[in-house]
């Protein structure tokens, strides 16, 4: 009782201070204005706070009314916790694929990302979030599949020990989709992280160039530009990691549930507990990693902003030469504006 107790606070805590953080730095930077990216995570800090205020109060009342078997004697809103944990279990982990596919298109195809990728888009992108999610999770109301009473008979989920055929069917499906999920993000973050070691090693082999290149850009803007490109791959990672490790064993429990049909009520729980956590754990990601990330940028705005002058005078046409040049060609690749769109 109080290990939940304090789960429900510290997640009500930090996506409540993360909400404030994000609306802080969205009115002091505009930047973030602008960011599709970010856009994303606002969607999925408040999809993490819905989903704790939905099912995490049943929660805490099934365990003071245990002996009473309160969930036994009021199964609609059994079905209802049942419910929303599905629901959230589709659409947490589709923004954050929406996310990590952002990230994609930012990093490795910047021209295509800034005409085609806004934030009106974005929106879009989290309404069919939950509109997949509403539907997958609509399914055992309208008989395909149900939600039942689970051991220890304190919390409800879909049906997934294969009593019927529809029940194995729906299981099934509903790991399919968080298995797909899975590997679209991870493949994109490891794109993307690829792409950006490629970038960082072809810089510094290119110091010449981008000494050029300086002389139409100031680096401390450069820098803050790829810092911020940074902090949002570390946040993507970060989430990548906590989604990976809190939905695993549930998603490798409902398989084997569903296929071997082995019943093990304890790892059941182990399982639901642990994919539990990630609604949780999502905003204290980006708290830390976004700390970390003001402090980078503090560093470097207080270095002293003294722009080497070049030793070879460069003209006018030199200097529109450079301009028309793709920016791979001047030593400066994909950390553009416009992937911050």
Wanted: glycine fraction near 4%; hydrophobic fraction near 50%; include cysteine.
């Amino acid at each position: 009782m109080v290990t939940i107790m304090l789960s429900f606070i510290v997640g009500i805590m930090g996506n409540s201070l993360a909400l404030g953080v994000l609306y802080k730095m969205r009115s002091n930077h505009s930047e973030m204005r602008k960011s599709v990216f970010y856009v994303l995570v606002e969607g999925l800090v408040w999809t993490d706070l819905l989903g704790i205020l939905l099912t995490a109060p049943i929660t805490i009342i099934t365990y003071v009314m245990y002996p009473t078997k309160w969930l036994c004697a009021h199964p609609h809103i059994c079905k209802f916790g049942a419910f929303a944990g599905a629901l959230f279990g589709i659409v947490t982990p589709l923004i954050i694929c929406a996310m990590a596919i952002e990230r994609l298109f930012s990093i490795n195809y910047p021209y295509t990302f800034s005409v085609s990728f806004t934030q009106s888009k974005a929106k879009l992108s989290l309404i069919a979030c939950w509109g997949v999610g509403l539907f997958v999770a609509s399914l055992p109301l309208m008989g395909f599949g149900k939600y039942e009473l689970q051991y220890p008979h304190m919390w409800c989920f879909l049906n997934w020990h294969a009593e019927t055929p529809l029940d194995t069917a729906y299981a099934l499906t509903y790991a399919s989709i968080n298995v797909l999920t899975m590997l679209t993000l991870v493949v994109s973050s490891v794109t993307v992280i690829v792409t950006l070691l490629k970038m960082r090693t072809y810089r510094r082999s290119s110091v010449g160039s981008t000494r050029q290149f300086s002389i139409l850009k100031n680096p401390d803007v450069a820098q803050k530009q790829r810092e911020v490109e940074l902090q949002m791959v570390w946040f993507l990672v970060g989430i990548m990691f906590v989604y990976v490790v809190c939905w695993s064993p549930l998603i490798i429990q409902i398989i084997a549930n569903s296929t071997v049909r082995t019943k093990n009520y304890d790892l059941d729980v182990v399982a639901i507990r642990l994919a539990c956590l990630n609604q949780i754990l999502d905003p204290w990601v980006y708290i830390l990693l976004r700390r970390r990330c003001v402090r980078k940028i503090r560093r470097v705005d207080m270095r002293p902003r003294t722009l080497q002058k070049p030793k070879i005078p460069v003209s006018n046409h030199l200097k529109d030469f450079f301009m028309l040049l793709p920016l791979e060609t001047a030593g400066y690749p994909a950390f553009t504006k416009l992937s911050m769109k």
